[in-house]
């Protein structure tokens, strides 16, 4: 059974950094590429960041949303199966619920409609 539990979310301060990680189960986090997502009361998901497999021509490829740009950084783990994301500077306009999720069809980074496996989230709350 497949499983990503995403955890490290909380309240931090503005300005302050934060580290959210996703650690998967009954898969291997290496061979697909893994998104990070948030969602903001009111709002749409939308993808921060992600991280293609460790495989494939695009191998270990990284991208970021244009408003995380210089402030995130997603990395792999494979010791521990997890992806972490950090980011640096947060801002109250952070604040949402974190999830990561799975494109299981391909090595490569994807639309958000292509990501089958989604974690449960975790929440991050930046105050001012």
């Known amino acids: 059974q497949v499983q990503l539990v995403e955890s490290g979310g909380g309240l931090v301060q503005a300005g302050d950094s934060l580290r959210i990680s996703c650690t998967g189960s009954?898969?291997?986090?290496?061979?697909?590429?893994i998104g990070w997502f948030r969602q903001a009361p009111g709002k749409e998901r939308e993808e921060v960041s992600c991280?293609?497999?460790?495989?494939?021509?695009?191998?270990?490829?990284?991208y970021y949303k244009d408003f995380a740009k210089g402030r995130a950084t997603i990395s792999r783990d494979s010791s521990k199966n997890t992806v972490h994301l950090e980011m640096n500077r947060v801002k109250p306009e952070d604040t949402a619920v974190y999830y990561c999720?799975?494109?299981?069809?391909?090595?490569?980074?994807?639309?958000?409609?292509?990501?089958?496996?989604w974690g449960q989230g975790t929440r991050v709350t930046v105050s001012s």
């Open positions: 009954g898969l291997n986090l290496d061979v697909y590429s």
């Open positions: 999720a799975v494109d299981p069809k391909g090595y490569d980074c994807s639309e958000i409609e292509e990501y089958d496996y």
């Open positions: 991280v293609s497999a460790r495989y494939g021509s695009n191998e270990g490829q990284k």
